[in-house]
C-alpha cells in the first residue's frame, strides 16, 4: 500500500513523499530542500529513500537532491529536455515507469518551464497525479519558459484525465488561486463556496491540497477558457472581444501575473 505524505518546504513548497508501507520505502517529489526529507527519514528510520521524482528544473524543485543522493542510494528521475542535478534516467512523454508497483505515465507538459513533466498513475483505479507548477488548485503556474499555447495545451491533456484524479501539486496556492478566481467569475457559486472552505482551512493552519480534477473543472479557470463567462471577463478586462480557448486563457493568464 503507498500513501502520499506532504512535507512542507520554504515559504509555500510542498514536497511530497510517497510512501510504500509494504517495501518500506519512500519516494520525494521535487525536493527542493533536503532537510525535511531527511527529518522525516530520521523520524521512521525503518524507511528509506529510494527514488526522487523531478518535474522541472527550478531551483524550489531540485535544491535538495544532491545533499539526498549523498546520503542515500536513491535514484533520481526527472525531465530528459532540461538540466537535473544526479539524474539517473531521463524521462520524456509517454513513456512508463514503475514504482512500488504503480505504472505512472511521463506527460509532457511546457510553459512553466519548456521541459515540465507529470506524472500520472491510474494502477488501481484511483488515479492521481503529479503536476509540478503546471496545474495549481484554483490555478497554473506562470509562464516563465514557455507560451500561452503551451501551457493551454499542456493543461488541456491534463484535463482530459479522469474526473476523480487527485492532484498533487507543489505549492500552497489555492487561496490566492481562488480569490482571483472570484474576480473571473464573480457569479460562480462552486467557486465561493470553495473559496470559503479554503480560507476556514488556512485560518486554521491547515493544506488545502491534495484536490482533485472534477473540482478544479467547476472552479479554476484556466481550465474554463472555454466558458462563456470566463471568456467575457477576458473581453472586459483587455477592452475587446476575446474568442474562447487559448486567446481567453493567454488574457486571464496575464490579468492573473497583475493581480
Not at 512523454?93 to 507538459?109: M, Q, S, Y
Request: negative net charge; contains cysteine; hydrophobic residues 40%.
Amino acid at each position: 500500500m503507498s500513501t502520499f505524505i506532504a512535507l512542507p518546504a520554504f515559504n509555500d513548497n510542498y514536497i511530497w513523499l510517497l510512501v510504500d508501507e509494504q517495501r518500506q520505502q519512500v519516494a520525494a517529489v521535487d525536493p527542493g530542500d533536503a532537510k525535511p526529507v531527511i527529518a522525516w527519514l530520521g523520524r521512521h528510520p525503518e524507511y528509506s529513500l529510494s527514488h526522487v521524482l523531478v518535474t522541472h528544473h527550478h531551483p524550489d524543485h531540485v535544491g535538495g537532491i544532491n545533499a539526498l543522493k549523498a546520503g542515500t542510494e536513491c535514484k533520481v528521475w526527472g525531465p530528459a529536455a532540461e538540466t537535473i542535478p544526479g539524474r539517473d534516467r531521463a524521462l520524456n512523454d509517454g513513456d512508463r515507469v514503475t514504482l512500488f508497483g504503480h505504472t505512472l505515465e511521463v506527460i509532457a507538459v511546457p510553459g512553466h518551464t519548456l521541459g515540465h513533466i507529470a506524472f500520472f498513475c491510474d494502477t488501481t483505479g484511483d488515479p492521481w497525479l503529479l503536476s509540478g507548477d503546471t496545474l495549481f488548485a484554483g490555478g497554473c503556474g506562470r509562464l516563465f519558459e514557455g507560451t500561452a499555447e503551451q501551457m493551454h495545451q499542456s493543461l488541456s491533456r491534463l484535463a482530459a484525465l479522469p474526473d476523480n484524479t487527485r492532484i498533487y501539486c507543489a505549492h500552497e496556492y489555492t487561496q490566492s488561486n481562488l480569490r482571483f478566481a472570484r474576480a473571473v467569475e464573480p457569479d460562480n457559486t462552486d467557486i465561493k463556496i470553495r473559496l470559503e472552505v479554503v480560507d476556514d482551512l488556512r485560518a486554521a493552519g491547515r493544506m488545502t491540497l491534495p484536490t482533485d480534477l472534477a473540482l478544479e473543472k467547476r472552479t479554476n479557470p484556466f481550465l474554463r477558457s472555454d466558458c462563456d463567462a470566463v471568456t467575457q471577463a477576458a473581453s472586459q478586462q483587455t477592452g475587446a472581444a476575446v474568442a474562447p480557448g487559448v486567446k481567453t486563457f493567454a488574457a486571464i493568464r496575464a490579468w492573473k501575473d497583475r493581480f
